[in-house]
């Protein structure tokens, strides 16, 4: 039965459509809907992350809207970061293998906090060790608190024994793509490659 074919005297049609559009939003907001059911933290909508304009490991500009097509997982980090990063790197390639030939779908961006030292011959050397299909994105200092504000990224050296031997806090969170290029999820550090790889299943599936 639709609503337009109700028919009742005692109740206005005008409140009938009311009731139901609030029944179709409270269905949406309970996940009886079509929203998916993201292992991560779903931020569709987000109004930070939608853009960046940066050189890889091998001088080529990069834009998200390059991947489109791809669901794209990227991180911010630095090449000498202990534990973090190369967990999370980890992580994302045990994900792209999860997905089979789906896998290839997949594009891993890794955006250094570090550009004094994260060059681009040490940052391909890094990603090849992860996946040769994974990039790295190579800000320079002067664009690096911009381009992290926009992403609502923390970043701050912490001195070490030499000017050189510095570690950053920063933080440590992915950001998932849909393959429009929209913001779509939030994965917290120590997710685990399992759920990441379920959350690239939903946004590939939607586009199939």
């Known amino acids: 039965m639709t609503i337009d074919s109700i028919s009742s005297p005692s109740i206005p049609r005008r409140r009938l459509l009311l009731g139901a559009a609030a029944l179709a939003s409270a269905c ?71 997905l089979g030939s789906d896998g290839e779908r997949l594009q891993g961006l890794f955006v250094s906090v570090d550009p004094q030292r994260d060059t681009p011959e040490i940052m391909r050397a890094y990603m090849a060790s992860f996946d040769a299909g994974f990039l790295a994105l190579l800000p320079t200092p002067a664009e690096l608190p911009a381009l992290a504000k926009s992403f609502k990224v923390y970043y701050k050296p912490v001195q070490g024994a030499t000017p050189t031997s510095y570690t950053m806090d920063h933080s440590a969170g992915s950001y998932v793509y849909d393959t429009q290029g929209r913001l779509r999820v939030y994965h917290r550090y120590g997710s685990g490659a399992e759920a990441l790889a379920a959350d690239v299943r939903l946004l590939l599936a939607e586009a199939r």
């Open 28 to 98: 949406w907001l309970a996940g009886c809907g079509d929203k998916p059911a993201f292992k991560g933290v779903d931020i569709t909508g987000a109004d930070y992350g939608r853009e960046l304009s940066l050189p890889d490991q091998d001088g080529r500009q990069r834009q998200l809207a390059d991947f489109k097509g791809r669901v794209v997982v990227l991180f911010f980090g630095y090449t000498q970061c202990p534990d973090v990063c190369p967990t999370s790197l980890s992580e994302l390639a045990q994900a792209k293998r999860l």
